[in-house]
């Protein structure tokens, strides 16, 4: 199978050479056909992941630092005197 694709030299790890030459040999294939196949497979694996999501929980009334009295005095309570 030979289409007109985008031509490029690519130098391949030698695990991924390896798993390229057994592929090439399971299936009686090219090369090219062979490192489409598995970039494919590859791609496809990536997008079927689930993306990760948070959970979150609402936590109440917020703290404004900004002014560290009011912060105290809201987790302390009143100040007595």
Do not use: C, W
């Not at 694996?45 to 630092?65: H, L, P, S």
Request: cysteine-free; charged content about 25%.
């Amino acid at each position: 199978m030979h289409n007109s694709g985008m031509r490029t030299t690519v130098s391949l790890a030698d695990d991924v050479a390896a798993a390229v030459q057994r592929l090439r040999k399971e299936r009686s294939i090219g090369l090219s056909e062979a490192v489409n196949e598995l970039i494919r497979a590859g791609l496809t694996k990536r997008q079927v992941a689930n993306r990760f999501q948070q959970q979150t929980y609402d936590m109440g009334e917020g703290i404004d630092y900004s002014n560290i009295s009011d912060a105290i005095e809201t987790l302390d309570g009143p100040a007595s005197g």
